[in-house]
């Protein structure tokens, strides 16, 4: 009972869950070589809640009982509220470096998903049910998956459209009776839910009526008979031509999930053919979500700026007037996403009684870092230069025949060490070294090598044009040298 | 016949046409203090036709006949016919001062697609009618406005819905017998229409078979009986508050064209009732004409590029890195429209036997010149300076009290006059000089002054999360400094 | 004493200031036909501070006195009187029409700024003249114009550089005796200076040494004798040929102003040779107005998405796709604006003792506004279609001879008056209508229909670059169909 | 002698070259399993020269002797040979399946470079060991690698300079005797130098004339003594997770080349401290090989909007507004480099007798592709969705446990197998499968999903803004509804 700790959070997960990845069943996804990353990814979250510097952020007094509860778990009352919840999801990332723990958040951003969809709807059961799992969640601390997004087939078709290939794009209850009711379908892209506790499941689209079998949300345990978690690998590891070090690496994996006829009890079924009120599950689910994915993009595209500015320093060009202008870019494409988060806390509404981040603005942030993502990618493999890619392994390091060579002709500006500058090549590798993209700009000469021929070429002709002006502006005349 | 002088030109101007400027009928274009400006403008097409230096590029000798005729109403045959005429607008427009001459450029594209159209068609009377046509405006070297743009009503609706506000939204037959065809609509945005010889019309969009009635397309003297022309005030005069420069000014304007129950005689009528074919003749127009912008938007183009350089140096800002950058970017920009008009002709395709540039192509030319027109403008308003907008008048510069104010403090780099520094603003403020766009972009400081105290207040913070980047690369140690 | 009232100021401007307007000296600014649209435009402040609905925003206590003065004057000690400011200014500015009322709030934004230069250097004369004149202000409850920037000559160069065409680009300190110092030089851009009782001079740029006599600031009245203010001449009454609209024209101009060797009394100099202060203030002034920019560029913007969405619905294509993208891209604009603004407040700093918004993202947010300006120009113009430019004036409305075409054809979507359509077309003209803007966009066909030729000539090529990526994924043969 | 076959261009390559892959000596290149994937690659040449549907365009006869040589190793004499050899390089990397073969077109860029350095020098030394290493081509036909890229070291510095940390960072002549030059330092980013004939080298930038060791230019056969060649592991192999594919696996790789002390003999140094002739030198190649890279990245983007049409299709989503706006930009984006690239043709200089594309456009034609394929890809992630990073892996589709699953659930558009929707899916991902650009894109809903989102939750107080400009614009009084 009460907060748990990262290692009573990997116990649980040893419950016969069925989860496959590189086409084998893993037995136990607590000692798999690449499950246990995510596992112990996971497990930050709890760290965070016993060590005495996070402690304030990451727990609170529950309102009535005053028993510690995780602040994601606690329902936000004001501003005040908003911003500390934002300020935890950035410290959690910070310290997952640069990964988001994801543990507690996007559950709590599902439960109030749910709170708001129940007081809105207004019928009894379903606000004592979701209460009830309010209260299950606060007590229990579990780690908590979403499966959202369907697979959806033709998505140009509804789900209960004759057109598509068969019933089961979208997850819909096939059944139901006394205990509970009973589901089929599948849902993509479910970071998590091989090694979370719980698995919360709900509609990705509005629905119409035809569709009220699709109108259905709910949350089981990962190991619910009849669920198949399919994993798609990560590629996480460090391998042998990696210069080794010294940190864990950190890191979530997605899912296919299938629901292959789950019963799901009455007290866990939080929606149930009132496709009505889909909407305004979707819809505050998706807002939460957005804000708590721009909350915690900062702490990621924080260090993006880091590695800018790192790799600008050992290549001995941060005062390189195109340089500095693009970790300018970087910066304001950073404290953007920042103010927009910040500011969508300010500027809140309330919705079902809850007051959650200002949903224009919400999705604005998200938006935001989404669709200028490329450029920050693209900004920083000009800066790394070709050697993002074309850097030799750390094996070509160690060899003695090579060593020399490496030391000696790969050193950057005075005074860096050669193995750094190799060392955070390696690390932006890692997360922007797109080979196609960095030869893209970097092969046949870089993009200001383009530019300044460019500009060279055309000087003549551009002198041309300025005398042409001249004339019409009454400055010289025709043929006047 | 044969060749006409600009005079000729202007005499056949006087023909009782029916147009309306500022509220008022105008009883003869050629004395209206503003559209003898336009009359002018359209007349030094017809001057290069009789240049030396010009001749062999905007007259080529009739197939048949021999006699010189204009290049444009000659029937283009190969890549170099293709080649020779892009570079006779761009020549003409170059010679214009930055302003198409329009006179036959326009009018030569309609004649085409109407050949193209009937070549396709395959209708006796239709070839009859487009190699008549084409021989007459061979032969009288006429102007030709070309009337497209329906005023169109809700343009979403076809143009015979029964829910238009009234049947008229696109020009229609509404009669027709032994002489002719009886037509009734109106024609928006349509340039030199009140100061040109003829004016050509056709559909503007794609029809269904109900519309049959509006696939019509004609010729027609610019004053038949039940046309209207209602221009549109230009502002082309120089003020008194301008400085004064000897040169003619160049422009166009552009009318609504009423057509009241207008008689078309039967051999202009080029399109009636073929709505299948409405589609062939539209694309072929906007193809052909979609060329023609793109060839004689490269002068424009050329001395706006000019206008910046000259406005760079007279501020002796021409060395600074941003300026150089935007300098570079108004070279590509120029330079792009410039090869994808000339690769649209290497790479012609034949519609209807006839040549014409690659249609991709040649979309793809105009669509990179506007969509990037406005990036076009904001380089040359930053590169000049708030004083685009707040220079004094030349009347200030007159006045004893204020001109030695004036001469001492607006000067700009030593060894530039002021007066040149004031003109060519005056220059770049008629062409770009968008007040609230300068004001965006001037007022509270430059793009440049922010640019640099983002990257000053945020330097603490990068280097912040420099060492965490470093943290991770396995460069340092967390705490360690 | 106390809170003026709009015809308290007016009356307060005929004091024999030196102002020139097209060339001539203006007698008395408050009845010049041009300037009295100007002072009224500063009077609606004053309007503000006296209803009934806006005076707990535009008014404070004096925190010792208890007198009413304006919020502007006013020291602010916190997050909330940060936004409390912020909403005084978006709050004026919408009672402006879209045009900010200026009278006090660049003045705060000086007066706050000497405040933490004065603070930031410790001396006590600084400390009581800024006191001094914070105490002024606030009773007198004057209008205060800034000037900055100066006339720099050759841009390069400091002030003080011997290369320099004469040593008076930038304003300095010619002589000093016990009543104060005399300056001379001259001030570019000055908005309001013509029409507002006092002027604040101060350092355009971050100055060396040798640059001493130039480290300068300031405040006089506007008509101190040696001050002349030669404005621009705005464009801002209603013409003949526009439709007459029953609403008070709202604009304010610029001024050259020259200092013809200006006597300044020592108890209004802030600033006077300690050249290593003169970042501090400027930096200050800078963030400070940079806030006030990103306030009052709110108002003005809601209205351009306000022009964008009407000029749609009359046009009837509010409901297609790319319409909708470049609706939710100026909603974008506008809110990502708005939460930098407010997400500044948030993230505030002290200076100097004072709290001020964060200085990165003030900036980031006026940045922001003016780089994307020129795309929210071009979204609207585009929606708006060639008719912003080629619409017939009110005079051609009026005429007997053409009203009935124009009512007939220039209607829009049905129930929309074609006079509403044409009223919004001459809003958005004067806001945004740029001609050589819109004729890049909508002169040949717009940007829509260059796409939609684009790609239905290049289906046939895509669907063979299709066929070798299928290929190429192993899903069909070479040659395959 | 003559044409060699792919056979004996692999034949040639073992001899005894010092090449490190994956920190081990590689013995034999041809028989490497990933080196021997780019022997074959680069054998693709070879075979296209004997094949009778490409020999024309491959292979011209020598217009002395008539023998068969490649075009490549021609010199071109006007348009009609720079656009044949444009597209001879479309046309062998659209044979590569996206790859360019590479085997002559860089070696054939540098020869030409050569020449025309040697044509502007005039020394008749040069003119014959340019002539002497053309010749020799033609009759070897070898391929030839270019290594320019110095590692520089600091980059703000001279290859001279004192400050750098050794005299080594740009390849010098350390010796010289009657035999040759003795030259040391190293090139980075060398793309196939471990498994071509021939490296050919030359500086990377302008020298002054303290780098006169520096300013050297030469070819040598890849095996020389002192040669070291340590190659970047290429990612080529199919995996077993991978779907597998009955084709060639197409790819080069990049080495570090080391020059440890190299003798090169006088017939093959083209330029041994004539500084000032660097540029020419440099400026011609990098033209020539950009225009190279203008051509083959045409037959690379082809394949990318075939894999975003393909995806579309296969998702059912080819019909919607953003995805066919999506497909018009990446048609506009391959349009407009193949333009440029054939107008850099049409519109060729001179330069040392020899007719090169034009500069200018060259440049702009690879700026333009370089600055613009982030966005290329992100358009195609965007169309394909998060399943391009979340799909099962080939041994889930095969495992009878998971294959039922997979094929009911990931069909997308009726009638497209599963199977080719995963096969499609990583094909791109190979391609343009960067999770975590993948991941901002796609986690947390789409772009679209916040656009939609945006739209809706603004509409209110859009709506409110309309009726403010109404009030502007004289359509409503305040508070009108």
Known sequence: MGLMTAEEHKQSL????????????VEDVTTDPLLRICVDTAGIDYEMAHMPEYRDLAVVSHPETGEPISRYYYTPQNVDDLLKRHELMVTGTRFGMGVVPFTHDIGADAMNAVSIAANTMGKK????????????????DLSVAVAMSDVKGDRVLHP????????????????????????????AHITASAYFNEVF??????????????????AIPANTKGMKHICHPLKAEWGPLDFPVDLPVRAHTDCLVIFDDVLVPWDRVFLCGEWTHVM???????????????SYRIAMTELLVGMAQAMAEYNGIEWVGHVRDKITDLVMYLDTLKSLSRASCLDYVMHGGIPIPNPAICNIAKYNFAANYHDCARAIQD???????TAPTYKDYQNPETRGDIEKYLGGKAGIPTEHRLRMMQLIRRWVGMELEVSALHAEGSLQAQRMMIYGESMAKIQEYKKRAEVLAGIRREGES
Request: hydrophobic letters at 35%; charged letters at 30%.
């Open 125 to 140: 059961e379903y606000l004592e049910r979701a209460e009830g799992y309010r209260d299950y969640l606060q007590k229990k």
């Open 14 to 25: 040893r419950d016969d869950r069925v989860v496959y990845l590189r086409g084998e069943r």
């Open 383 to 389: 800066i790394a230069g070709g050697l993002l890619i």
């Open 160 to 187: 209960s459209s004759s057109k598509q290939a068969h019933p089961d794009y979208y997850v819909r209850v096939v059944d139901r009776d006394d205990k509970g009711i009973v589901v089929r379908g599948a849902k």
């Open 201 to 218: 499941v709900a509609p990705c689209r509005v629905m119409a009526e035809e569709d009220a079998d699709y109108a259905v949300a709910f």
């Open 280 to 294: 305004t599950l979707v819809y505050s689910f998706a807002t939460l979500h957005r804000h708590t994915a721009s």
